[in-house]
């Protein structure tokens, strides 16, 4: 066929057509179906699994560390700063809790009896629920539902500087761990220094594991930064709070606002605030700062914002799941996903901060208040009433839809 | 406890714009519909998130098909017809492309003073035709020719795909369509006099059907550059998402029960007709018909309950058919505003060496380093996609599968790593600014990311290939030999019109069509 006359052929659709027909009767009519594209997304993002506690260790007076290993298959990879979210059923609550693995991400990937571990600090009365219920009743042999890798606090070697600074407070400490050790491993390439600010000695998590960490690793520097009175200091240690002299001092040159260090902070929230601080009087550019997410507020009263005359209330809220409405109690001040969680109902969360977006749903009718700290809805959401359960309290009798999910 | 009806009409598996699409056009017949979504979001890859409190496009998220306003295209009449309207954003220009080897550098715009009104193609100037020219003197006319062929062959398109008519008819009626049905996009391109530069400049949106001209019928290509040049392209103004939870909502309003966090696992059939589907949860739902997103691959390779219920056809079907592309796409946030980082276009194609698609697809085989960028910077669509003194640029290149499939999950972060600073790299050279130093928010996706998020077949995006042995044409003419299984039809980019948001929602559309159709037939 000349192609310069295609103007006149008028064959053309007959001819396609007869190729594509012999491609297909030419073809195996057998199923040949693979995906190995699929099967790495799965192996990456496994979703729940069955994890075994193979290990318990008292890293505090108060805290524990829990090894796992996982009873089928193999553990996902994951990127040091990541964090896992277990499920659980206490009494007639079903929730979640996501904590940051204190482990190498190499650990869950080598080794004859590949591992991951949390450290799990005793809540203190009234607080950490779940946390105590962990710490009180975990123990060897175990098994529970675990799913990872979940988070983006973890360095990026497309963004972050190769030289980081750490500030961490309290449990705030267990991400850098995991940091420090893949960096001793050579699997990352990174110096950090980790500034971990506390009131006492007496009673902080993982300080013989950094120290021993930072003494095989030159490119790891632990320092304990001790703000309560009466304590006594080692070599190394340092005085006061996590101020802006000493984040200066640890920066890289002497200098936080050249852009050369990144800063990653964790630890509580009058932490953050604090810090956030001493960052931004420093000139730090907001890209070297990443800051972990630190859970739902413990008094919503005291955000901005929140009509307090409503804290005592309880009110009704109707849970649609397809065809089906169930009505609850919800109290005015919880989360609409604690009050689903209370009543067993199967919901899905991980960061339980407002970020991660899988607790998602539609408030079809009734109010709601959303703090702005911590409120990762998109703007789309926002305009048709999706809300984050995790972030969301009720201001009046409400109805929800939420996904059917197993029970 | 029922979470379900006892029966639907119709369940569509997979919430995204084609299943949307198919579902709305479903219930708008009266038909009581269910939308099982695998995720917890609608719209599937046109989607969004948030990353370090700013919201992301997933990718490059031009809508086509849309049109002013006052000159509304067909995507944009069928979206206000089922009581949807969107925010729409005019994309500023068509593309800037970018070639140092060969002294390329010019920007082109949408716009033309023809016509096509009442599906009746009246030809014009085109203004990209003149921006051309002004570089490339006299080209004028051979250029202006090519794109009202492609115009015309545009309109024909969608006529025939809502008309079908004899060939006779179809001769009479557009007669440069059927004539250039049998080849390919060079072929076609190689009987215009235009000088080498000038067919390298036309060839830019290659990347956008994921085929080298060498294999691409030249209807796809006519479509894909009538389409870009006389409508312009739009973006929502609230992200993609707000083009799904738009449609999703209007969904709902109709009536149709969309169900997040359902993954079907098993779509059930007996004596070849479809009656209803299972989750992975367990719930067995009922209804006779069944669009299907997922790939005919995945559907007739695990899906269907039983597999003996599956002809051989259907796997002559698949086997045949060649997997088009997937994506690598690196989403920025960057510290400071675009002009501040030499960024001073919405759309750029660059390639660092030549415009040579067979060797460039040759690189699509591959885990890079690839030549041809794509590089979008939302802002100069979307102002107001990131706070002010901030850039929304995303780097892109789509790749086939095929070199993804051998990397092992211990390796996935690094080559993912690799890739993504192999295309910032580039695009900071061409830009003169190391854009390594601004970056805020970062994300790469993958095939593996697009199969994380929609279980889609090898992490595929734009279907199967358009190519001269799949040829559009030729789908439309055997598609009805194609319904393997009664009850089942599909919708998403692996169906009839292909790739891209507004294809997805024809596909759609056909999808419920169908369905309606034996519908009737079968007297429901």
Known sequence: MKIKSFLKDVGGASRVTKARKAKFDNASGKNEYTDPINALARELHPGKMKVRITKVEEVSPTAKKFTFEAVEGKLPPFQAGNYVSFSFQIGETKTTRAYSICSAPYQARTGEHPFFEVTIRNGRPGQGFVSTYCYENWKEGDIVIADLPYGHFYIEPLRDSKYIVGLAGGSGITPFYAMAQEIAHGTLDADLTILYGSVSKKDIILVKQLTAVSKECKRVKFINVISGEGEKLEKGDEKGFISRELIAKYSLDGNPSNGKTTFFVCGPLPMYNFVAKELAALNVPARRIRMETFGAPKDISKAEGYPVELIDKVFKMTVVRGVQEDVIDARADEPILVALERHGIATQSHCRSGECGYCRCKVLEGTFFVPSVGDGRRAADKRFNYVHACSTYPTSDIKVRIPILDD | ?524
């Open chain 2, 1 to 524: 406890m029922a979470f379900y009806k006892e029966k639907y009409d119709a369940i569509v598996v997979g919430g995204a714009l084609s299943g949307m699409a198919a579902a709305l056009t479903l219930a708008n017949k009266g038909k009581s519909v269910l939308v099982l979504e695998r995720h917890n979001l609608p719209g599937g890859l046109t989607t969004s998130f948030v990353r370090g409190g700013l919201e992301m496009e997933a990718t490059l998220h031009e809508m086509m098909s849309i049109g002013p306003e006052d000159a509304p295209l067909k995507i944009r009449t069928f979206l206000e017809e089922m009581g949807i309207k969107v925010d729409w954003l005019r994309v500023p220009e068509a593309y800037r492309i970018y070639v140092p080897k060969e002294s390329i550098d010019i920007t082109l715009h949408a716009g033309w003073t023809g016509s096509i009104k009442d599906n009746v193609f009246v030809p014009g100037e085109f203004n990209m035709a003149k921006e051309i020219d002004a570089k490339y003197p006299g080209t004028f006319s051979e250029v202006n020719r090519l794109m009202n062929l492609c115009a015309e062959v545009y309109n024909s398109v969608n006529v025939l795909s809502i008309h079908p008519m004899s060939k006779p008819a179809m001769l009479l009626k557009h007669g440069n369509f059927v004539k250039t049905a049998g080849y390919s996009t060079s072929e076609v391109m190689d009987t215009f006099k235009l000088p080498q530069e000038v067919k390298d400049i036309l060839k830019a949106y290659w990347i956008y059907v994921g085929s080298p001209f060498s294999e691409l019928p030249f209807t796809i290509y006519a479509v894909l550059m009538g389409d870009y040049f006389i409508g312009g392209s739009y973006v929502a103004k609230e992200f993609s998402h707000e083009l799904s939870l738009r449609m999703q909502e209007r969904l709902e309003e109709l009536g149709v029960q969309y169900e997040y966090c359902q993954d079907v696992d098993k779509i059930l059939v007996k004596d070849g007709h479809v009656y209803g589907v299972r989750t992975k949860r367990g719930d067995e739902i009922h209804a006779d018909y069944v669009a299907c997103s997922a790939y005919p691959n995945t559907c007739y390779g695990k899906m269907i309950e039983p597999l003996s219920e599956v002809p051989a056809g259907a796997y002559k079907f698949t086997n045949a058919k060649k997997q088009g592309v997937s994506v690598v796409s690196v989403v920025l946030t960057l510290d400071k505003a675009p002009k501040e980082l030499n960024i001073h276009d919405y759309s750029v194609f660059a390639s660092d060496g030549d415009m040579d698609l067979d060797r460039l697809w040759k690189q699509a085989h591959t885990l890079g380093p690839y030549d041809y960028t794509t590089t979008i910077c939302l802002n100069y669509a979307n102002p107001g996609c990131t706070p002010k003194g901030q850039t929304s640029l995303s780097i892109t290149f789509l790749p086939l599968s095929d070199a993804f499939e051998t990397i092992k999950a211990d390796e996935y972060f690094e080559v993912k790593r690799k890739l993504a600073r192999s295309l910032i790299e580039t695009v900071s050279k061409h830009l003169g600014v190391n854009l390594f130093d601004h970056i805020l928010e970062v994300e790469v996706e993958m095939p593996q990311s697009v199969a994380h998020y929609t279980s889609d077949y090898l992490g595929g995006i734009y279907g199967f290939q358009h190519s001269m042995d799949d040829h559009i044409v030729a789908r439309l003419q055997m598609s009805e030999e194609e319904n393997y299984i009664k009850g089942l039809s599909f919708c998403g980019a692996h169906a009839i019109s292909g790739d891209g948001m507004s294809p997805c929602i024809t596909n759609g559309r056909k999808a419920a069509k169908i369905l309606l159709d034996e519908m009737s037939e079968e007297g429901k």
